[in-house]
Protein backbone atom coordinates (compact mmCIF):
# COMPACT_ATOMS: atom_id res chain seq x y z
CA UNK A 1 0.00 0.00 0.00
CA UNK A 2 1.40 3.62 -0.91
CA UNK A 3 -0.21 7.20 -1.16
CA UNK A 4 0.49 10.30 0.67
CA UNK A 5 0.15 10.88 4.42
CA UNK A 6 -0.78 13.71 6.48
CA UNK A 7 1.37 16.29 8.00
CA UNK A 8 -0.07 17.62 11.13
CA UNK A 9 2.53 19.46 12.83
CA UNK A 10 6.02 21.07 12.61
CA UNK A 11 9.05 21.96 14.91
CA UNK A 12 11.71 23.66 13.81
CA UNK A 13 14.78 25.20 15.33
CA UNK A 14 17.09 26.86 12.85
CA UNK A 15 19.98 29.59 13.27
CA UNK A 16 17.48 31.69 12.58
CA UNK A 17 15.68 31.01 16.36
CA UNK A 18 12.90 28.78 17.80
CA UNK A 19 9.78 27.97 15.46
CA UNK A 20 8.50 28.41 12.01
CA UNK A 21 7.86 32.37 12.43
CA UNK A 22 11.94 33.02 13.17
CA UNK A 23 12.94 30.87 10.31
CA UNK A 24 10.43 32.45 8.18
CA UNK A 25 10.87 35.52 8.74
CA UNK A 26 14.70 35.11 8.28
CA UNK A 27 14.15 33.06 4.96
CA UNK A 28 11.85 35.69 3.51
CA UNK A 29 14.13 38.62 4.34
CA UNK A 30 16.64 36.74 2.47
CA UNK A 31 19.21 37.50 5.39
CA UNK A 32 21.96 35.05 6.56
CA UNK A 33 22.41 33.84 10.36
CA UNK A 34 26.27 32.99 9.28
CA UNK A 35 28.49 34.68 12.29
CA UNK A 36 31.63 34.55 14.46
CA UNK A 37 31.41 31.29 16.66
CA UNK A 38 32.75 30.81 19.66
CA UNK A 39 32.92 27.20 19.96
CA UNK A 40 35.28 27.59 17.03
CA UNK A 41 37.49 30.26 17.95
CA UNK A 42 41.25 30.06 17.08
CA UNK A 43 40.59 27.62 14.14
CA UNK A 44 41.04 28.33 10.45
CA UNK A 45 37.25 28.79 9.94
CA UNK A 46 35.54 30.06 12.48
CA UNK A 47 32.18 31.32 11.64
CA UNK A 48 28.98 28.84 11.35
CA UNK A 49 24.85 29.37 11.32
CA UNK A 50 24.46 28.67 15.33
CA UNK A 51 21.47 28.34 16.89
CA UNK A 52 21.10 30.76 19.74
CA UNK A 53 19.83 29.83 23.13
CA UNK A 54 16.79 28.19 23.12
CA UNK A 55 14.49 27.34 26.32
CA UNK A 56 12.61 24.02 26.87
CA UNK A 57 8.33 24.41 27.49
CA UNK A 58 9.26 24.47 31.36
CA UNK A 59 11.79 27.71 31.28
CA UNK A 60 14.83 26.05 31.76
CA UNK A 61 17.46 26.05 28.41
CA UNK A 62 19.12 22.55 27.62
CA UNK A 63 22.33 23.74 28.89
CA UNK A 64 20.09 23.48 32.43
CA UNK A 65 17.99 20.21 31.77
CA UNK A 66 20.23 16.94 30.84
CA UNK A 67 23.29 18.50 29.85
CA UNK A 68 24.93 15.46 31.53
CA UNK A 69 23.11 12.96 29.91
CA UNK A 70 22.74 14.33 26.26
CA UNK A 71 24.55 15.88 23.36
CA UNK A 72 23.32 19.17 21.86
CA UNK A 73 21.69 17.38 18.61
CA UNK A 74 19.67 15.05 20.70
CA UNK A 75 18.09 18.02 23.00
CA UNK A 76 17.46 20.18 19.76
CA UNK A 77 16.58 17.18 18.45
CA UNK A 78 13.50 16.87 21.55
CA UNK A 79 12.67 20.15 21.63
CA UNK A 80 11.68 20.10 18.28
CA UNK A 81 9.71 16.63 18.64
CA UNK A 82 7.99 18.56 21.52
CA UNK A 83 7.05 21.83 19.34
CA UNK A 84 5.79 19.76 16.79
CA UNK A 85 3.30 17.20 18.60
CA UNK A 86 1.91 20.30 20.18
CA UNK A 87 1.82 21.97 17.03
CA UNK A 88 -0.45 19.02 15.80
CA UNK A 89 -2.80 19.05 18.77
CA UNK A 90 -2.00 16.09 20.15
CA UNK A 91 -1.23 14.80 23.68
CA UNK A 92 1.62 11.74 25.08
CA UNK A 93 -0.81 11.71 27.87
CA UNK A 94 -4.03 10.56 25.59
CA UNK A 95 -2.32 8.15 22.22
CA UNK A 96 -1.91 5.22 21.73
CA UNK A 97 2.31 5.17 22.30
CA UNK A 98 2.53 1.51 20.79
CA UNK A 99 1.33 2.87 17.56
CA UNK A 100 3.53 6.06 17.25
CA UNK A 101 7.15 5.75 15.74
CA UNK A 102 10.14 8.09 15.40
CA UNK A 103 12.46 8.21 12.91
CA UNK A 104 15.48 10.72 12.89
CA UNK A 105 17.97 11.63 10.59
CA UNK A 106 21.52 11.98 11.94
CA UNK A 107 24.32 12.59 9.66
CA UNK A 108 27.32 11.46 11.97
CA UNK A 109 28.11 10.93 15.73
CA UNK A 110 28.41 13.42 18.02
CA UNK A 111 32.05 14.60 18.57
CA UNK A 112 30.84 17.18 21.49
CA UNK A 113 32.33 15.95 24.19
CA UNK A 114 35.19 13.24 22.45
CA UNK A 115 38.57 15.77 22.65
CA UNK A 116 38.15 16.27 25.91
CA UNK A 117 37.85 12.20 26.66
CA UNK A 118 40.91 11.85 24.71
CA UNK A 119 42.58 13.98 26.25
CA UNK A 120 42.18 12.12 29.67
CA UNK A 121 42.91 9.22 28.02
CA UNK A 122 46.31 10.52 26.51
CA UNK A 123 46.89 11.86 29.81
CA UNK A 124 47.05 8.11 30.74
CA UNK A 125 43.99 8.75 32.46
CA UNK A 126 41.06 6.35 31.62
CA UNK A 127 39.15 6.24 34.31
CA UNK A 128 38.35 9.54 33.96
CA UNK A 129 36.60 9.07 31.03
CA UNK A 130 32.93 9.92 31.56
CA UNK A 131 30.80 6.37 31.33
CA UNK A 132 28.45 8.87 29.54
CA UNK A 133 30.41 9.94 26.41
CA UNK A 134 29.19 6.79 24.57
CA UNK A 135 25.36 6.97 24.89
CA UNK A 136 24.99 10.70 24.63
CA UNK A 137 27.18 10.77 21.42
CA UNK A 138 25.54 8.29 19.52
CA UNK A 139 23.34 9.27 16.47
CA UNK A 140 20.20 6.91 17.91
CA UNK A 141 20.20 8.77 20.84
CA UNK A 142 17.97 11.27 18.93
CA UNK A 143 15.33 9.07 18.61
CA UNK A 144 15.88 7.16 21.82
CA UNK A 145 15.32 10.14 23.95
CA UNK A 146 12.59 11.53 22.10
CA UNK A 147 10.87 8.42 22.75
CA UNK A 148 11.82 8.41 26.88
CA UNK A 149 10.40 12.27 26.43
CA UNK A 150 7.54 11.61 24.72
CA UNK A 151 6.48 8.06 25.66
CA UNK A 152 6.91 7.13 22.15
CA UNK A 153 6.74 3.49 22.19
CA UNK A 154 6.65 2.20 18.57
CA UNK A 155 9.01 1.32 15.74
CA UNK A 156 12.33 3.88 16.93
CA UNK A 157 15.29 4.65 14.65
CA UNK A 158 17.74 6.88 13.37
CA UNK A 159 18.78 6.83 9.86
CA UNK A 160 22.29 8.01 8.61
CA UNK A 161 22.41 8.83 4.87
CA UNK A 162 25.08 12.22 5.40
CA UNK A 163 23.44 15.04 3.99
CA UNK A 164 20.54 12.97 2.83
CA UNK A 165 19.79 12.04 6.01
CA UNK A 166 16.68 14.29 7.29
CA UNK A 167 14.90 14.09 4.71
CA UNK A 168 15.31 10.19 4.24
CA UNK A 169 13.89 9.88 7.48
CA UNK A 170 10.78 11.29 6.37
CA UNK A 171 10.33 8.99 3.27
CA UNK A 172 11.20 6.25 6.27
CA UNK A 173 8.32 7.36 8.31
CA UNK A 174 6.09 7.62 5.03
CA UNK A 175 6.97 4.11 4.10
CA UNK A 176 5.93 3.52 7.96
CA UNK A 177 2.77 4.95 8.28
CA UNK A 178 1.78 3.13 4.63
CA UNK A 179 2.89 -0.26 5.66
CA UNK A 180 -0.06 0.76 8.58
CA UNK A 181 2.95 -0.49 11.39
CA UNK A 182 2.15 2.83 13.19
CA UNK A 183 -1.04 5.48 13.27
CA UNK A 184 1.73 8.63 13.95
CA UNK A 185 5.32 8.70 13.14
CA UNK A 186 7.44 12.11 14.39
CA UNK A 187 10.55 12.19 11.56
CA UNK A 188 13.03 14.56 10.99
CA UNK A 189 16.46 15.07 11.40
CA UNK A 190 19.12 16.78 13.80
CA UNK A 191 22.89 17.89 13.90
CA UNK A 192 25.31 20.27 15.77
CA UNK A 193 28.16 19.46 13.89
CA UNK A 194 30.38 22.92 15.17
CA UNK A 195 32.72 20.55 17.60
CA UNK A 196 36.36 21.60 16.52
CA UNK A 197 37.13 18.20 14.96
CA UNK A 198 34.44 18.13 12.71
CA UNK A 199 35.69 21.74 11.15
CA UNK A 200 38.82 22.04 11.74
CA UNK A 201 40.03 18.63 11.00
CA UNK A 202 37.29 17.45 8.69
CA UNK A 203 35.49 19.52 6.42
CA UNK A 204 37.99 22.25 6.21
CA UNK A 205 40.68 19.63 5.46
CA UNK A 206 38.57 18.21 2.71
CA UNK A 207 38.06 22.26 0.86
CA UNK A 208 34.28 22.08 1.31
CA UNK A 209 34.17 24.94 3.93
CA UNK A 210 33.88 28.46 2.70
CA UNK A 211 36.75 30.78 4.14
CA UNK A 212 35.12 33.73 3.89
CA UNK A 213 36.31 34.99 7.60
CA UNK A 214 36.75 38.34 6.05
CA UNK A 215 32.52 38.78 5.23
CA UNK A 216 30.52 35.48 7.00
CA UNK A 217 26.91 37.18 6.52
CA UNK A 218 27.95 36.62 2.52
CA UNK A 219 29.77 33.41 2.75
CA UNK A 220 26.95 30.93 1.73
CA UNK A 221 26.19 31.32 -1.67
CA UNK A 222 24.50 28.62 -3.28
CA UNK A 223 24.24 28.51 -7.64
CA UNK A 224 26.25 32.05 -7.27
CA UNK A 225 29.14 32.38 -9.70
CA UNK A 226 31.15 32.67 -6.81
CA UNK A 227 30.82 30.13 -4.36
CA UNK A 228 33.39 28.59 -2.58
CA UNK A 229 31.90 26.11 -0.48
CA UNK A 230 29.23 25.58 2.27
CA UNK A 231 28.75 27.53 5.78
CA UNK A 232 28.51 24.71 8.55
CA UNK A 233 24.88 25.26 10.34
CA UNK A 234 22.91 23.70 12.96
CA UNK A 235 19.59 22.52 13.73
CA UNK A 236 16.02 20.39 13.77
CA UNK A 237 13.23 20.15 12.60
CA UNK A 238 10.67 17.23 13.15
CA UNK A 239 7.05 16.31 11.62
CA UNK A 240 4.26 15.02 12.51
CA UNK A 241 3.41 12.62 9.66
CA UNK A 242 -0.05 10.83 10.44
CA UNK A 243 -2.33 8.41 8.13
CA UNK A 244 -4.81 10.71 6.65
CA UNK A 245 -7.77 8.34 8.08
CA UNK A 246 -5.90 8.83 11.66
CA UNK A 247 -6.29 12.79 11.39
CA UNK A 248 -9.43 12.69 9.63
CA UNK A 249 -10.70 11.17 13.09
CA UNK A 250 -9.03 13.43 14.81
CA UNK A 251 -10.86 16.53 13.38
CA UNK A 252 -7.26 17.81 12.27
CA UNK A 253 -7.04 20.12 8.88
CA UNK A 254 -3.29 19.17 7.74
CA UNK A 255 -0.51 21.17 6.80
CA UNK A 256 -0.01 19.54 3.94
CA UNK A 257 0.52 15.74 2.73
CA UNK A 258 3.97 14.53 2.00
CA UNK A 259 2.69 12.53 -1.15
CA UNK A 260 6.43 10.96 -2.66
CA UNK A 261 9.34 9.73 -1.37
CA UNK A 262 12.31 8.77 -4.04
CA UNK A 263 15.54 7.71 -3.04
CA UNK A 264 18.97 6.67 -4.94
CA UNK A 265 22.92 6.25 -4.74
CA UNK A 266 24.83 8.11 -7.43
CA UNK A 267 27.31 5.04 -6.88
CA UNK A 268 29.78 7.30 -8.40
CA UNK A 269 32.64 8.23 -5.64
CA UNK A 270 32.64 8.84 -2.13
CA UNK A 271 32.21 12.81 -1.48
CA UNK A 272 31.39 14.29 -5.49
CA UNK A 273 27.99 13.61 -7.03
CA UNK A 274 28.16 11.98 -10.66
CA UNK A 275 28.55 15.21 -12.64
CA UNK A 276 25.45 14.75 -14.90
CA UNK A 277 22.92 14.68 -11.77
CA UNK A 278 21.69 11.18 -12.84
CA UNK A 279 21.08 9.76 -9.16
CA UNK A 280 19.51 13.09 -8.64
CA UNK A 281 16.72 11.95 -11.72
CA UNK A 282 16.27 8.38 -10.64
CA UNK A 283 16.11 9.51 -6.95
CA UNK A 284 13.01 12.18 -8.40
CA UNK A 285 11.30 10.30 -10.54
CA UNK A 286 11.05 7.87 -8.41
CA UNK A 287 9.68 10.62 -5.39
CA UNK A 288 6.89 11.80 -8.33
CA UNK A 289 6.04 8.40 -9.00
CA UNK A 290 5.00 7.88 -5.73
CA UNK A 291 2.41 10.93 -5.50
CA UNK A 292 1.54 9.68 -8.82
CA UNK A 293 2.53 12.96 -10.39
CA UNK A 294 4.64 13.99 -13.24
CA UNK A 295 6.96 16.72 -13.98
CA UNK A 296 4.58 19.55 -15.07
CA UNK A 297 2.64 19.33 -12.05
CA UNK A 298 5.90 20.24 -9.91
CA UNK A 299 5.77 24.11 -9.37
CA UNK A 300 8.44 24.94 -7.16
CA UNK A 301 11.74 22.90 -6.12
CA UNK A 302 13.18 23.53 -3.11
CA UNK A 303 16.64 22.51 -3.93
CA UNK A 304 19.74 21.01 -1.60
CA UNK A 305 21.98 24.11 -3.22
CA UNK A 306 24.82 23.59 -1.17
CA UNK A 307 26.68 26.17 -2.39
CA UNK A 308 29.70 23.88 -3.56
CA UNK A 309 30.61 24.08 -6.41
CA UNK A 310 30.39 20.51 -8.16
CA UNK A 311 26.80 19.56 -6.17
CA UNK A 312 24.82 22.95 -7.30
CA UNK A 313 26.37 22.58 -10.96
CA UNK A 314 25.02 18.68 -10.36
CA UNK A 315 21.77 19.15 -9.49
CA UNK A 316 21.08 22.21 -11.38
CA UNK A 317 22.32 19.74 -15.09
CA UNK A 318 19.51 16.90 -13.07
CA UNK A 319 16.99 19.87 -12.95
CA UNK A 320 17.35 20.66 -16.53
CA UNK A 321 17.25 16.85 -17.60
CA UNK A 322 14.08 16.16 -15.47
CA UNK A 323 11.76 19.48 -16.34
CA UNK A 324 10.98 20.53 -20.02
CA UNK A 325 10.59 24.28 -18.23
CA UNK A 326 12.01 24.16 -14.66
CA UNK A 327 9.66 25.53 -12.18
CA UNK A 328 10.82 28.32 -9.95
CA UNK A 329 14.09 26.96 -7.17
CA UNK A 330 15.00 28.29 -3.91
CA UNK A 331 17.94 26.87 -1.67
CA UNK A 332 17.38 27.68 2.12
CA UNK A 333 21.06 27.01 3.05
CA UNK A 334 21.57 30.75 1.70
CA UNK A 335 20.30 31.72 5.09
CA UNK A 336 20.60 28.81 7.10
CA UNK A 337 23.82 27.34 6.22
CA UNK A 338 24.49 23.41 5.80
CA UNK A 339 22.61 21.27 9.20
CA UNK A 340 24.18 18.21 7.83
CA UNK A 341 22.01 15.58 9.34
CA UNK A 342 19.19 17.82 9.95
CA UNK A 343 19.51 19.81 6.68
CA UNK A 344 16.79 17.39 4.77
CA UNK A 345 14.12 17.93 7.58
CA UNK A 346 14.60 21.66 7.87
CA UNK A 347 14.72 22.06 3.94
CA UNK A 348 11.34 19.69 3.99
CA UNK A 349 9.45 21.65 6.78
CA UNK A 350 10.62 25.24 5.09
CA UNK A 351 8.53 23.40 1.92
CA UNK A 352 5.47 22.85 3.99
CA UNK A 353 5.41 26.24 4.73
CA UNK A 354 6.17 27.85 1.12
CA UNK A 355 3.09 25.72 0.00
CA UNK A 356 0.92 27.01 3.29
CA UNK A 357 1.78 30.49 2.63
CA UNK A 358 1.75 30.39 -0.75
CA UNK A 359 5.22 32.08 -1.23
CA UNK A 360 9.16 31.17 -2.60
CA UNK A 361 11.64 33.18 -0.11
CA UNK A 362 14.92 33.73 -1.82
CA UNK A 363 17.80 32.64 -2.07
CA UNK A 364 20.19 34.35 0.25
CA UNK A 365 23.63 35.83 -1.30
CA UNK A 366 22.75 34.93 -4.88
CA UNK A 367 24.70 38.24 -6.74
CA UNK A 368 25.45 36.77 -9.74
CA UNK A 369 24.08 33.09 -11.11
CA UNK A 370 26.63 30.73 -12.58
CA UNK A 371 26.14 31.28 -16.30
CA UNK A 372 26.42 27.01 -16.25
CA UNK A 373 23.24 26.90 -14.45
CA UNK A 374 19.89 27.49 -16.23
CA UNK A 375 17.45 27.90 -13.61
CA UNK A 376 14.78 30.24 -12.27
CA UNK A 377 16.80 30.55 -9.01
CA UNK A 378 14.42 33.08 -6.85
CA UNK A 379 16.64 35.58 -5.42
CA UNK A 380 16.28 38.98 -3.91
CA UNK A 381 12.66 39.08 -3.16
CA UNK A 382 10.08 36.47 -1.92
CA UNK A 383 7.99 35.72 -5.20
CA UNK A 384 4.22 34.82 -5.00
CA UNK A 385 3.29 32.58 -6.75
CA UNK A 386 0.68 29.35 -6.78
CA UNK A 387 1.80 26.18 -5.75
CA UNK A 388 -0.18 22.41 -4.89
CA UNK A 389 3.28 20.58 -5.61
CA UNK A 390 6.57 21.57 -4.16
CA UNK A 391 9.86 19.09 -4.88
CA UNK A 392 12.19 18.95 -2.30
CA UNK A 393 16.21 17.56 -2.65
CA UNK A 394 18.58 16.41 -0.18
CA UNK A 395 21.99 14.79 -1.49
CA UNK A 396 25.34 13.37 0.63
CA UNK A 397 28.25 12.00 0.92
CA UNK A 398 28.35 8.43 -0.47
CA UNK A 399 26.27 9.34 -3.67
CA UNK A 400 23.23 8.94 -1.40
CA UNK A 401 19.74 11.08 -2.99
CA UNK A 402 16.65 11.65 -1.49
CA UNK A 403 13.61 13.64 -2.80
CA UNK A 404 10.36 14.53 -1.47
CA UNK A 405 6.78 15.77 -3.11
CA UNK A 406 4.66 17.79 -0.93
CA UNK A 407 1.60 18.51 -1.71
CA UNK A 408 -0.96 21.40 -0.51
CA UNK A 409 -3.77 20.22 1.67
Known amino acids: MTGPVAVTGLGLITPAGVGREATWDVLCRG?????????LEGLPVDFSCWVP?????????????????????????????????????????????????????????????????????????????????????IPNMAAGEIAIDLGARGPNMVVS???????????????????????????????????????AVCFFQMSTLSRRRDDPARASRPFDADRDGFVLGEGAAVLVLERPD????????????????????????????????????????????????????VDHVNAHGSSTRFN???????????FPDPPPVTANKGSLGHAIGGAGAIEAACSVLTLTEQLIPPTANLCRLDPRIDLDVV????????????????????????CLVFTRA
Not at 31 to 39: H, K, N
Not at 163 to 174: I, N, P, R
Not at 381 to 400: E, I, T, W
Request: charge should be negative.
Open 53 to 137: DFATDDGTSPAERNQWRTSRFTRLAVASARMAVEDAGLSPADWDGSRVGVVIGVGASSMEHWMEAYGKLAEGRPRAVSPLVLPRS
Open 161 to 199: TACASGATALGVAKDLLNAGRCDIVLAGGSESPRAAMMT
Open 312 to 322: DLAEARALRSL
Open 246 to 297: HAEARGVRPLAALAGFGASADAHHPTSPAPDGAGVLLAARAALDDAGLGVTD
Open 379 to 402: AGAPRKHGMDVVLSNSFGFGGQNA
Open 31 to 39: ASTARFDPV
